[in-house]
Structures are given as C-alpha cells and as structure tokens.
C-alpha cells in the first residue's frame, strides 16, 4: 500500500482519528498535531485528537493541541472510518483507546521503531528514520500535500525531541535536509528549543536532582540506575513528564555503557527507560513485552520497582557475560 492510496483514504473518510502513545513525549505530539494540522489544510475536514496521558506543560505551545481530548472523556462506542496511530510502536500502547482503534474501517499505523510489528490494515513504518515527524514529513511530500508552518513546527518539533536536539545516533544527513526544509518553510529553531529545553519549572529541576542523587552506579560504573517511588514524585509534586530525560543523563556519564530508570506507577506494576552506548536495549526491553530502538528503549514490567529492577539487572548481566 504507497501513499497514493493513503490520500485517497483520508479524502473519502467521513470521520478521522489520530492516536498519541500513552506517556506522550515530542514526537507523538508533534506528529499527532502535525497530521492533524495537515488534513485540516490540505482536505478542508477536521480529525479528532485522542491523549492516553496528559499533555507535559512543555508541548503545550504545539499547534492544535488543545484541541486534543484524552481517553477518559471519549465516548468509546464511537466508530471511525479511518483511525491513525501516530509513533505507537505496539498495540498494546494504545491501552483501552485499542477499542477505537479496532472498530475503525479502516486503520493506520505510521512510526519508525524498529519493534513495530505493523498491526494495522496498512503501515508506514521506517526504522531508519529518526523519528515518526520525519517518516510523517516525507509522506506529506510524497502526497503533494502543502506543508504550513502550523504542521511545521509540530513536525520539527516532533523531530527536535526525538533525535534529542540532533545528537542522538538516529540522526541523519536526510534528517538535516528535512528540518532545514522545515526552518524554510518559517519555523524558529531558537523559539521551539526554548519551549522544549529551556520552560523546565523550579520543582522539576529539584526532583530530577534528588532522582540523580539516589543513582546507584554497578560493574565499574558502567551500569548507572536510579529508582523512582510514588512517594518521590508525591513530594515533588511531580507530574508523569517529569522523569524525561534522566536516563540521558545517566548514560551522559563517561563510564557509563548502560543506564536506566525504574519508575514506580502502581502497587505492582513498574515503568523502564533505558539508554545505552553499547547494548541493543531494545532487545532487553522486548523480553518484557516492550521494545523501542537499539540504544534507546522501554517497558513495563507488572511487578514492584525491588523484583523489577531485579530482572532487569539480570537481563543486562547475561548480555555483558
């Protein structure tokens, strides 16, 4: 299926919806408000919007989305025509919106995480791409679609956090090429950078210090972890976004080939980001149901953060034997 018929889907759909993973980071949001953007201005129709989580204060200047709804508001018996996940990298990430998903006539599945499975009726998936706003970027130019900036600056922004401001090893030459077609089109790197890197609150700078803090660093320091409770965030009044980037700041330690965060979100149920230089994290995660990309990867384990971290540490020490 190309993209010819993808255009045809979306012009003859009477009724559109775009899904964003549970946990929303940059490049679910900005890809979700980017496609959004784009049908609103190339077919004249609007889609709806579906959050499994609340959107992190620091997305919240994207274009359109605020007219996003979460789950818990929708009306679940509602059927679609057409229903597009954006940057899901597995069913399972849709949680209950999957009723949606699969009531629809018609379903899509656009990303580029290398453990998609590509379980919808047609899927345009793209490891090699840096992120879901990029493989999104290419699809609107291969459609003839017009790109305003509105689109453009939730796909740069879309592709800013994912390639984590263009350092990370999933950017590429044809990543440059599409965020400079993008700042030509009017986006403001300075402005969105700002918004993105530098909108960070007081407490949540306190919270990721005390999480820091608390690292315990393994195997000569090159495994760093750092274990998260309810009773930490409650604290800090810290809201689910502001773990972001800690495990990046792990693995920035010069020793360190392998860091991540194990995050507490229920009485036994546990939530694992992982980063690496060295290891394929993505192959540690798929062995609790999660996956991700080779360096960068996550799941969730239904046990306490103690017996979580326990396995995790096993499944890091048979890979390093």
């Given at each position: ?5 993808l255009?045809?889907i ?5 009724n559109?919806l ?8 940059g490049?679910t ?8 953007s ?19 204060a620091?997305?919240e200047?994207?274009?359109y ?21 954006v ?6 990430r849709?949680?209950d919106?999957?009723?949606?998903f ?5 379903t ?6 290398k453990?998609?499975?590509?379980y ?6 793209f490891p090699?791409a ?8 290419g699809l609107?130019?291969?459609?003839g ?12 922004t ?10 990370f090893e999933?950017?590429?030459?044809k ?6 077609e993008l ?16 909108s960070?609150?007081?407490?949540l ?9 608390k ?7 090159k ?28 693995r920035?330690i010069v ?7 194990v ?7 546990s939530?694992i980001?992982?980063r ?5 994290v993505?192959e540690?995660?798929?062995v609790?149901?999660?996956?991700g990309?080779?360096q ?6 239904k ?6 971290l326990a396995?995790?540490l096993?499944?890091i020490?048979k890979?390093?034997?």
């Amino acid at each position: 299926m190309d993209c010819i018929q993808l255009n045809d889907i979306i012009k003859s759909s009477k009724n559109i919806l775009i899904i964003s993973h549970i946990n929303p980071d940059g490049d679910t949001l900005g890809s979700m408000c980017g496609m959004f953007s784009a049908i609103k201005d190339n077919f004249k129709k609007n889609a709806d919007m579906l959050l499994l989580s609340k959107v992190p204060a620091i997305y919240e200047f994207l274009p359109y989305v605020g007219e996003a709804k979460l789950l818990e508001t929708y009306d679940k018996s509602r059927e679609y025509d057409l229903v597009i996940n954006v940057d899901i990298a597995a069913y399972d990430r849709m949680c209950d919106a999957a009723v949606l998903f699969d009531k629809a006539k018609f379903t899509v599945n656009i990303d580029h995480h290398k453990t998609n499975n590509s379980y919808a009726k047609m899927n345009f998936v793209f490891p090699e791409a840096s992120s879901t706003g990029e493989v999104l970027y290419g699809l609107m130019k291969e459609m003839g679609w017009k790109i305003p900036l509105n689109t453009a600056t939730a796909l740069y922004t879309a592709i800013l956090t994912d390639t984590g401001s263009f350092r990370f090893e999933n950017t590429s030459e044809k990543t440059f090429k599409t965020v400079s077609e993008l700042v030509g089109i009017g986006v403001k790197p300075s402005v969105i950078y700002k918004h993105c890197y530098e909108s960070n609150t007081k407490g949540l700078v306190q919270f990721q210090a005390y999480c820091l803090s608390k690292a315990i660093f393994e195997d000569d320091d090159k495994i760093a972890y750092t274990v998260i409770y309810k009773k930490d965030m409650e604290k800090f009044s810290a809201g689910d976004d502001c773990t972001e980037g800690l495990a990046e700041k792990l693995r920035a330690i010069v020793t360190t080939d392998i860091a991540f965060l194990v995050k507490q979100i229920g009485a036994n149920i546990s939530k694992i980001s992982m980063r690496s230089k060295v290891f394929d994290v993505a192959e540690i995660c798929a062995v609790f149901g999660g996956g991700g990309h080779t360096q960068a990867a996550g799941c969730v384990i239904k046990a306490s953060p103690e017996t979580a971290l326990a396995r995790v540490l096993e499944e890091i020490r048979k890979r390093k034997k």
